[in-house]
């Protein structure tokens, strides 16, 4: 699945640029989103080394490098930082990274950190030409840094790993989630071991509520969209995950 825009409209899009596939990144299926706007855009977690030509090739329709003036790396993890040097060479975008992560970059071989901004804990407001979006803050889900953004034009929200899907090699993957119960068996594994715990959840699904987005689009997986925002935050607001059922031999129950 690839090129999907998920809104176009007034010379503003977001666009799911594309979903890796099994081999480009040893079995990890990424997506890698842009938001255009008036000829500007955003890059968000853009991937690691080895989808990087497939999201090149992707966005060139769209925008040239040169219009690249954003790129946000919501977390850590190697399958949304490991390819950044290439996009640094290719762009003069500055990079949003969560506060706590940035002394973790150089060791992907950053040494000029000059480009990059670190996000507050209570997240941020981002402008583009302009418009502002809003970057939210995911505390420990999964990562103890992570930050989503919210565009409200579209009324988009990029979850990052919130809604990410469990999804097998050899699954045929859809490009949205309409009806959230069919969809849940994909996501329940994923949830209860690598989300830290309830409260997180609990404060995150307050603070997205506030938005009122139409879709939430996470980085692995389908987006969701219609009834299923709603059925998403339902089932994460009351889930027991990661510290609230692991248990005293560190292991824990069936996932």
Same mark, same amino acid.
């Given at each position: 699945?690839?090129?999907?825009?998920?809104?176009?409209?007034?010379?503003?899009?977001?666009?799911?640029?594309?979903?890796? @596939?099994?081999?480009?990144?040893?079995?990890?299926?990424?997506?890698?989103?842009?938001?255009?706007?008036?000829?500007?855009?955003?890059?968000?977690?853009?991937?690691?080394?080895?989808?990087?030509?497939?999201?090149?090739? =992707?966005?060139?329709?769209?925008?040239?490098?040169?219009?690249?003036?954003?790129?946000?790396?919501?977390? +850590?993890?190697?399958?949304?930082?490991?390819?950044?040097?290439?996009?640094?060479?290719?762009?003069?975008? &500055?990079?949003?990274?969560?506060? &706590?992560?940035?002394?973790?970059?150089?060791?992907?071989?950053?040494?000029?950190?000059?480009?990059?901004?670190?996000?507050?804990?209570?997240?941020?407001?981002?402008?583009? =030409?302009?418009? &502002?979006?809003?970057?939210?803050?995911?505390?420990?889900?999964?990562?103890?840094? +992570?930050?989503?953004?919210?565009?409200? +034009?579209?009324?988009?929200?990029?979850?990052?790993?919130?809604?990410?899907?469990?999804?097998?090699?050899?699954? =045929?993957?859809?490009?949205?989630? @309409?009806?959230?119960?069919?969809?849940?068996?994909?996501?329940?594994?994923?949830?209860?071991?690598?989300?830290?715990?309830?409260? *997180?959840?609990?404060?995150?699904?307050?603070?997205?509520?506030?938005?009122?987005? &139409?879709?939430?689009?996470?980085?692995?997986?389908?987006?969701?969209?219609? @009834?299923?925002?709603?059925?998403?935050?339902?089932?994460?607001?009351?889930?027991?995950?990661?510290?609230?059922?692991?248990? *005293?031999?560190?292991?824990?129950?069936?996932?």
């Amino acid at each position: 699945m690839r090129n999907v825009p998920l809104f176009d409209q007034d010379d503003h899009a977001f666009i799911l640029l594309n979903e890796s @596939d099994p081999g480009e990144e040893n079995g990890i299926e990424s997506k890698q989103y842009l938001i255009c706007h008036h000829g500007q855009g955003v890059l968000l977690d853009p991937g690691g080394w080895g989808v990087m030509p497939r999201v090149l090739t =992707e966005m060139l329709p769209h925008l040239q490098p040169e219009q690249i003036s954003t790129i946000i790396l919501s977390h +850590q993890d190697p399958d949304i930082v490991a390819g950044i040097s290439t996009w640094l060479e290719l762009t003069s975008a &500055t990079v949003y990274v969560p506060a &706590t992560w940035m002394r973790f970059l150089p060791h992907y071989g950053q040494i000029d950190m000059g480009r990059f901004h670190g996000v507050p804990d209570q997240g941020q407001e981002l402008t583009l =030409e302009g418009y &502002t979006m809003q970057l939210i803050p995911a505390h420990f889900l999964h990562s103890p840094g +992570q930050i989503n953004l919210f565009d409200p +034009q579209s009324s988009i929200l990029f979850s990052g790993d919130i809604g990410t899907a469990a999804i097998k090699p050899d699954q =045929e993957t859809r490009a949205f989630v @309409d009806d959230f119960s069919d969809h849940l068996p994909a996501i329940q594994g994923f949830h209860r071991r690598y989300m830290a715990c309830n409260r *997180a959840l609990r404060i995150w699904t307050a603070r997205v509520r506030q938005l009122n987005p &139409t879709m939430i689009a996470p980085q692995h997986g389908p987006v969701y969209r219609g @009834d299923a925002v709603e059925g998403l935050l339902e089932w994460l607001e009351q889930l027991e995950c990661g510290a609230d059922i692991m248990q *005293a031999d560190g292991t824990f129950p069936p996932l």
